[in-house]
Structures are given as C-alpha cells and as structure tokens.
C-alpha cells in the first residue's frame, strides 16, 4: 500500500503542493518498477507529429512563441517545433485532434538553453485552462507530474539525472480513467491516479526561460465520444 504525504496548503516558487506518493522519491512505498504497465486497447488510432511539412495549421498557442525551425541532428528529418519565449511563466502549444479521455503519447525533446528553468513536457486532458503536465527538467533531479488549475500543483515526482542540455531525451505518458503512468527515457518513473480532469487536448509545454525543442509527437488516443 502505498503511503500518501499531507497536502501542502502552502505557495512556494508560485507551486502548490498537494498529495503526492513518498514510493515515487524512494521513501515508505513499492518501487514504482512494480506497477504494471498500462496500456490502450489495440485498435487505437495514432497520429505522429514530425514538423517535416513545417505547418502549424491546426495547432493552438495557448502561451509562448513557437516555431517549427530547421535543426541539425533532429531525430528525424530537419525540422523540430521550437519555444523561445523567455518571459512567460508557462508556454503551452496544443496538437490538432481530440479532445481525448485515455491517451498514450511520447516526444522527443531537446533542453537548448535556460538559466531559471530548461524543462520539456507533455499537456494532456487540457479543456478550460486546467490540464495535467508531465515534465522534466534539466536543471533539477526530479520527474514530475503536475495539474495546473489557477496554478500548478504537484502530484507525483521521482527523483532522476536531470536530462543533459543539448541533448534529445524521450518523454512519455499513458494515462487511462484515473491512471496515469511517465516516462523518461524509456523508464517507467511514475505511477500516479488523480481523477480531476477525464478528457481534453495534447500538447506540449516548457517554463520560465526554457528554450526547448521537441520532435515526433505521437498521440494515441481514444476520442470523447469514440
């Protein structure tokens, strides 16, 4: 079983922290390698994202400046999708499709640059300005999941190498009813239930001055009403 901390009703650094899992940081609970992996339904439609039309039709900046730029050693092809905004407190770029309940969706991201903040993360069940985020964070050893309603609330973190600067790095979240498992690097890192939000859109995410690029985002996902 495992044990949950006390809600913080504290704001510090303009996060609010609320339940989250001692397992997912090494302390009471089972090693998080013991969950079982969740997965969709075969039969699920998938749609990849790789940047190579260098079109952003369809998509929708909820923050941020977002371009799809021409850059060497991307995973594939030339062309990634870019955030340069350094002033915002989080930048957000949601994906054509949807809304989704239960999803399966992985990117490829490369932290360029950041001195507050150098992140990389994955928006999902975004409706009405409320959505969760699974992010990390190349400035700090952790991997965490967040919801963001009126501000941002930590649900779940495991403690990781920060992902190296400059360098691509695989993000991934299943989520299905109130289960929600990340990844990083191919690593099952978090196991989490929240069941808060049941449906919305995917996107991308960074924070603060976070320069980042992102690659081959792949959306499986079973549409509301589908």
């Excluded at 499709?97 to 069940?125: H, L, M, N, Q, W």
């Excluded at 360098?167 to 299905?176: G, K, P, S, T, Y």
Aim: include cysteine.
């Amino acid at each position: 079983m495992w044990r949950v901390k006390s809600a913080f009703s504290r704001i510090s650094g303009g996060i609010v922290l609320a339940a989250g899992l001692f397992g997912c940081e090494g302390g009471g609970g089972p090693p998080v390698e013991s969950a079982s992996e969740l997965k969709l339904a075969d039969g699920v439609p998938s749609t990849r994202f790789d940047f190579e039309s260098k079109d952003l039709g369809g998509w929708q900046t909820v923050d941020g400046r977002w371009a799809i730029e021409d850059m060497a050693g991307a995973p594939s092809g030339h062309a990634v999708l870019v955030q340069r905004a350094v002033d915002n407190t989080f930048n957000v770029i949601l994906a054509p499709g949807g809304p989704y309940t239960d999803v399966d969706v992985s990117v490829r991201f490369k932290p360029i640059s950041g001195a507050e903040d150098a992140s990389g993360g994955i928006v999902f069940r975004f409706a009405d300005g409320r959505y969760y985020v699974i992010r990390a964070n190349a400035l700090e050893g952790n991997f965490r999941l967040y919801y963001y309603d009126h501000g941002r609330y930590q649900l779940a973190s495991a403690r990781v190498g920060p992902p190296s600067l400059g360098e691509w790095h695989v993000l991934r979240v299943v989520a299905i009813g109130d289960h929600i498992q990340g990844y990083l690097d191919g690593k099952l890192l978090l196991d989490h239930r929240d069941r808060r939000f049941r449906s919305g859109a995917v996107g991308v995410w960074t924070k603060a001055d976070s320069i980042t690029a992102f690659d081959d985002l792949t959306i499986r996902g079973v549409s509301v009403g589908g």
